[in-house]
């Protein structure tokens, strides 16, 4: 019976530290989640310099295009790159917010056609490529914007 009861207390002084370390390692590791979390498209993107860097070099790039950049001859170029950034950020899940008009409003008028969409958006996905953005990122932004062809194509 004594023996029992000591054999118990050697268990259980030997047992208990080695519970509260286990404890402590598993659920004391401060942000579990945040470290199996897939980095966001915000971030792999570069965050507000990395989509400044991308939207600049695109609008040159838009810029360098004949089949294209006569549609821009009279555009403000800065502004339409702050509110592309701004519009890339909040889209990709970053904190800007883009306080521009909704597509259809900002193209109306326009009259855009699928040859002058496909050569922008190829001029767009050639950016992507020239930045090294990770070819996933490339895929899901592009896969962001693509839904926006009906509210800007023939208008
Ligand atoms: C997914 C594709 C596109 C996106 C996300 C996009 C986005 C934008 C944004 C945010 C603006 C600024 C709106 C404003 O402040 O009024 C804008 C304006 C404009 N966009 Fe687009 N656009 C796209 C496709 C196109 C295409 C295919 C063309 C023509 C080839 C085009 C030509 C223009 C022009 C000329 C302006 C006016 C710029 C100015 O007057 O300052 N866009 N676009």
């Not at 050697?10 to 945040?34: D, M, R």
């Not at 004949?66 to 403000?76: C, K, V, Y």
């Not at 170029?77 to 592309?84: C, E, G, N, R």
């Not at 020239?130 to 693509?146: C, D, F, H, M, Y």
Request: contains cysteine.
């Amino acid at each position: 019976m004594r023996h029992q009861r000591i054999l118990r207390s050697v268990v259980s002084t030997a047992v208990l530290p080695a519970f509260i370390a286990a404890a402590a390692l598993l659920g004391g590791c401060s942000h579990p989640q945040a470290a199996m979390a897939p980095p966001s498209l915000y971030s792999q993107l570069g965050g507000q310099q990395g989509i400044t860097t991308v939207v600049h070099a695109f609008l040159l790039n838009v810029g360098k295009d004949s089949r294209i950049n006569g549609a821009f001859a009279h555009a403000d170029i800065a502004d339409l790159q702050k509110q592309l950034v701004n519009q890339i950020g909040e889209l990709s899940g970053g904190p800007q917010i883009y306080t521009g008009p909704d597509m259809y409003a900002a193209h109306k008028g326009m009259h855009i056609t699928e040859a002058q969409w496909n050569a922008f958006m190829q001029d767009f996905s050639n950016t992507l490529k020239q930045e090294k953005v990770a070819p996933l990122a490339q895929q899901e932004l592009i896969g962001l914007l693509a839904p926006m062809k009906s509210d800007i194509v023939g208008h």
